[in-house]
T-cell receptor, first 115, second 111 residues
Framework: DTAVSQTPKYLVTQMGNDKSIKCEQN?????MYWYKQDSKKFLKIMFS???????INETVPNRFSPKSPDKAHLNLHINSLELGDSAVYFC??????????????FGQGTRLTVV | QKEVEQNSGPLSVPEGAIASLNCTYS??????FFWYRQYSGKSPELIMF????GDKEDGRFTAQLNKASQYVSLLIRDSQPSDSATYLC???????????FGSGTRLLVRP
């Protein structure tokens, strides 16, 4: 049973298109995240949701719109894709908050290539 | 100053040696610290977490935390070629819902 699963694993699309990535966790965690890992392998947080509410938006362009229909799901929709959006996007989840968060578990990643 | 800093490496050690990976963080109030391993093309995988000052051992891995110096380290004993990967240090700043990662240290274990 995969703890954090995201789909699709690979996504190749043209500039200007709109695409979505889905994420689901079965760990019962109340916090979910989207991270972007660029070509230099740096993992940068994009969004953080706690109990379906947006908590963190790290100055991400508003072409990126996360949606959390429930605690177990956090999807990412991207409008008007640009070449610079090419990266690996990771979903993750954790339990707790602030000072005593538990460890975060990651999905397998979605490699987005914009051509 | 970056919130979490690591030397990018690569750190090259011979098989059987001890690999020492270091990390510093800027927010003094941070309480939760994690080490992840990431193989090329794979997702980050948790190796160790540590919340209290001192050492925490798990098999060949030891995490060390010094809050006064804002310093976290990971020691890997009896390094194996299969340990070759990028090691990511991560910190939860106080009252935060975001796990901040360092840029990672690439470890190469030579057979």
């Amino acid at each position: 049973d995969t703890a954090v699963s995201q789909t699709p694993k690979y996504l190749v699309t043209q500039m200007g298109n709109d695409k979505s990535i889905k994420c689901e966790q079965n760990l019962g965690h109340d916090t979910m995240y989207w991270y972007k890992q660029d070509s230099k392998k740096f993992l940068k947080i994009m969004f953080s949701y706690n109990n379906k509410e947006l908590i963190i938006n790290e100055t991400v362009p508003n072409r990126f719109s996360p949606k959390s229909p429930d605690k177990a799901h956090l999807n990412l929709h991207i409008n008007s894709l640009e070449l610079g959006d090419s990266a690996v996007y990771f979903c993750a989840s954790s339990q707790g908050q602030g000072n005593m968060n538990t460890e975060a578990f990651f999905g397998q990643g979605t490699r987005l290539t914009v051509v | 100053q970056k919130e979490v800093e690591q030397n990018s490496g690569p750190l090259s050690v011979p098989e059987g040696a001890i690999a020492s990976l270091n990390c510093t963080y800027s927010d003094r109030g941070s309480q939760s610290f994690f080490w992840y391993r990431q193989y090329s093309g794979k997702s980050p995988e948790l190796i160790m977490f540590i919340y209290s000052n001192g050492d925490k051992e798990d098999g060949r891995f030891t995490a060390q935390l010094n809050k006064a110096s804002q310093y976290v380290s990971l020691l890997i004993r009896d390094s194996q070629p299969s340990d070759s990967a990028t090691y990511l240090c991560a910190v939860f700043p106080p009252s935060s819902y975001k796990l901040i990662f360092g840029s990672g240290t690439r470890l190469l274990v030579r057979p």
